[in-house]
């Protein structure tokens, strides 16, 4: 199977976050940013990084933008050159298209002009931040359709010493337990805790004070357990 190609327009602290993950997960990424101090820092990270300007439509020819199967635009604050990069890309028919916004009136903008996926980052990290300031057990999780969620989930006092059978995540709780991460402290107290992953976990494991639970089910089920069990 060939490497996802994926070009990312606008290297900023977003962008560049996106572009090595993508990068680190095996995708040929192209980075397009008009700050060459840029460019430079991140090019030992990606396939190609190149210092142009992306509103201008020849520059984006120039690095055969059409060839790449994704284009994200993660430029920031400055949404005219936004617009600018989306119309020409759209112009050039790219298969897909990944816009960076920043509030409803920009998404609504780029709407009208035929963009149909966004990322949104600011919206993203608030609604975590919310999440975990009404709820702090749950630490970071994955949004899915239809209201499931998967979520990392610190364990709640009541169930520590139990076992995953007497925890009975299906049928009390109606969400699934995928896997345990466990922090372990080694026999010396000089070593540094280390972290491991329980795999499947049996359900004679028992819970230990400080498992973080990664945890499938509907957002109200996984809230519904950890306020049963505080």
Known sequence: MKNEKIAIIGAGRFGFAIAKRLSSKGAEVLVIDSTLSVIQEISDDVAFAVCADATNKRALEAENIIDFDTVIIAIGNDFEARLLCAANLLDMKIKRIVCRTLGENQKLILQKMGITEFLSPEDEVG????????????LTYLQLPDEYRIAEVLTPSLIVGMTIEEVNFRDNYRISLITIRRTEQDSTQYELPEEHIIGVPENSTKVKENDIFVLFGKSSDIDIFINANQ
Do not use: E, F, S
């Open 127 to 138: 609604t975590l931040l919310a999440d975990r300031l009404m709820n702090p057990n749950i």
